[in-house]
């Protein structure tokens, strides 16, 4: 008690706009280097190549229907069948006017049809066959390069790999393919209150949420979470230890729990001290301590400690930056407007993400909050689908007026299969 | 060529219309049985018990800034410091009038004290703090069960765990939960002309992209798939083989191809024999040989060969289907209403769902064909983000129309932060 502690009085860095701070977030990231990554590994990621089709899809014209392969030109309507050919070979048949070749659905058509009589529209008997319809020519086939032609670009760069591109690559047989590889994030918590969530609370002890929280959400959103640590001390060395392992294993790191004023919040200093800080204050509710900085070109993300604060930010900070890292376009959330089902509370002084469970009905959407929106309650957070964005600037919001909203996930309907027929 | 081989004229299974289809698909299935996970792999699951808080969290009464420990009653702006509190640990300090203790963030309150003032908002000189602000009772201090009280039910049943669900049963210590398990699910696709997709081809054969285009698709949306076999050929035995390994193995199985009317259609026949074949044909385009039985307690979809049929009837009934197993209420995609921006051709005969690139903006979403529609075309799927629903018993739709459609993907948006202070 000899010496006398003090808080710094003031912060060093400027309170900025959500806006100014996402343009130093994104001004200072760019989408990691593509690899080559085997196909089954690559959904969900985004292709960095053109890709061009190596051969034409279908390679060869193949019959849609079981039935009788013939020429669509050749106007006798009873033909003799001369042989018939399967799915999966290519047996040696050729068809000429008067003749016929039976054949099953996925075969390749013989030389000199063009087109497929379904069993149900013909008759046969002792080796002919009588069509009981004139056929169209190209009719019940599948033409060579239907789905595409050998030359063309399937796929453009840029495009996230769904099933039905992973399935059109496997197609044409292309199992490698260059991709934004999905970022690789380091978390870890901060703080002497906290214990790893699984040892037992002395007093005074609270247990690690964040870790895991955060990790779940990175998960979420397709990030792959290399290490969650155990809690880190509130002490210089230990912090600067566990971050420059972090950033050695990743590629972008994301720290909760000391950014504020306190005597004990020392991940502002060691930012600044290993890189450079680009934001240190937001304009927001919750996050105002959000920190972000760069270190040996990757990016930090120092989030608050309360859990709120943390996943709050994530969402409007973290994972939209680490979709730019991944190479995507879209990076927001759906944005929608929304009517209050209830009065909410709001201070001026920031813009505020509240918490909110929003619903679909036949006239748009309707927002119930989810009670306190204290930045320590967790609870605000259980079952919310949406943040509603109250502006700076703006006062209370009635019942009934409009805000936007981010949807963190899928709103609530009535649910009933929305096809009547 | 002794014997006359004839594909059977007309299907023994009624056309169904997709709503009827839905309630056979709904009414033979249910959740799975809840059990026991650790909680680090329990996102994305559904909660199958409620959850009650056997603590107070927060367990202590907190500072939730740095500064002093006083009681707010107590009229006395010159204060004896008596100690000082870290986060971490409790010390054995009270607080009495006259006197204060230099608190850090998080750390708890000592005893008898009700409010913390801020370093800023004090002067500290020779062990004695001024304080420049008379505190209100509770200032600046995190309480008690300000989350949640003990004994309170935290997270019903039924409630997916994401990220905040996570970390709040984290945070209470709950690291064992009971949830609805992920279906298992083993894709196999049928068809002589197929080869597994790195595998060279021969005339007349096509790669298999359906078995890792299902998997991919089922996996995207949090299934689990255990088994993705190589190309079943068609052949009764070695199909039956198949199926009966895929259902010992899995919680349902998916199958593509071989449901058809042709000679070597076998899946339908197979499953009548081991099962109940509760679908057999529904009205939808891509899709009419649509197929769903029983066996042993467990769903067989039957899908269609061609690959944008089978994608197309997973989105409509496996998707849904599977969602019911997991526990969730929200079983289809979001369904909303869009402008087309170019004419569409339809017959009437079916409901057809045509794939689109939805774009959002200020007068809500327009759809953008995907060009041909053909069935056999995957890249009609490439870069879809819904599939425009068009009704049966509706002829062409026009420019402009506004028809429902089912969004597989967020909608596509002029890029920019929906946030401009």
């Not at 994104?26 to 990554?37: D, F, G, T």
């Not at 106007?75 to 070749?101: F, H, M, N, R, W």
């Not at 994030?185 to 949420?209: K, Y």
Request: with cysteine; charged share 20%; hydrophobic share 45%.
């Amino acid at each position: 008690m000899t010496t006398v502690k003090r808080a710094k009085r003031s912060s060093d860095y400027p309170m900025l706009s959500i806006r100014e701070a996402w343009l130093r977030v994104s001004s200072a990231l760019e989408p990691l280097p593509p690899v080559r990554k085997p196909l089954v590994g690559a959904a969900g990621l985004v292709l960095a190549e053109d890709i061009i089709a190596k051969d034409s899809m279908p390679p060869f014209a193949a019959a849609s229907m079981d039935g009788y392969a013939v020429i669509s030109s050749d106007p006798s309507l009873e033909k003799s069948i001369t042989g018939e050919q399967d799915a999966g070979v290519k047996l040696d048949l050729s068809v000429e006017p008067g003749t016929a070749v039976r054949i099953m659905t996925g075969a390749p058509l013989p030389t000199g049809a063009d087109a497929v009589v379904p069993f149900e529209e013909t008759g046969e008997n002792e080796g002919v066959v009588h069509l009981k319809v004139i056929p169209k020519p190209g009719g019940n086939v599948r033409p060579v390069g239907l789905d595409m032609a050998a030359g063309e670009t399937v796929l453009p760069k840029g495009l996230v790999l769904g099933p039905a591109e992973i399935g059109l690559l496997a197609a044409l047989g292309q199992f490698q393919v260059w991709v934004h590889p999905r970022p690789r994030i380091s978390i870890m918590s901060t703080g002497n209150e906290l214990v790893a969530a699984d040892e037992t609370l002395r007093p005074g002890q609270i247990r690690d949420s964040n870790s895991l929280t955060l990790s779940v959400a990175a998960a979420a959103c397709g990030f792959e979470v290399t290490a969650a640590s155990c809690p880190v001390r509130d002490d210089s060395g230990k912090l600067e230890l566990a971050l420059v392992e972090a950033l050695n294993n990743s590629d972008a790191v994301i720290t909760s729990g000391g950014v504020s004023m306190g005597k004990l919040d020392l991940v502002k200093p060691l930012l600044a001290k290993l890189g450079e800080v680009l934001i240190g204050r937001v304009a927001m509710k919750p996050g105002r301590p959000f920190t972000f900085a760069m270190l040996q070109g990757k990016p930090v993300f120092g989030l608050p400690g309360f859990p709120v604060s943390s996943l709050v930010c994530f969402e409007q900070f973290v994972r939209p930056a680490l979709r730019l890292m991944s190479g995507l376009n879209l990076l927001w959330r759906p944005c929608v407007e929304v009517s209050l089902a209830e009065n909410l509370r709001h201070d001026p002084d920031r813009t505020e993400f509240q918490r909110a469970v929003v619903k679909a009905d036949h006239d748009g959407f309707i927002a119930y909050s989810t009670g306190s929106q204290s930045s320590g309650r967790l609870k605000s957070l259980v079952g919310a689908n949406a943040l509603l964005i109250l502006p700076i600037g703006t006062g209370d919001a009635p019942v009934g007026s409009r805000v936007k909203a981010f949807l963190i996930d899928q709103p609530e309907t009535e649910e009933e299969l929305p096809i009547s027929h």
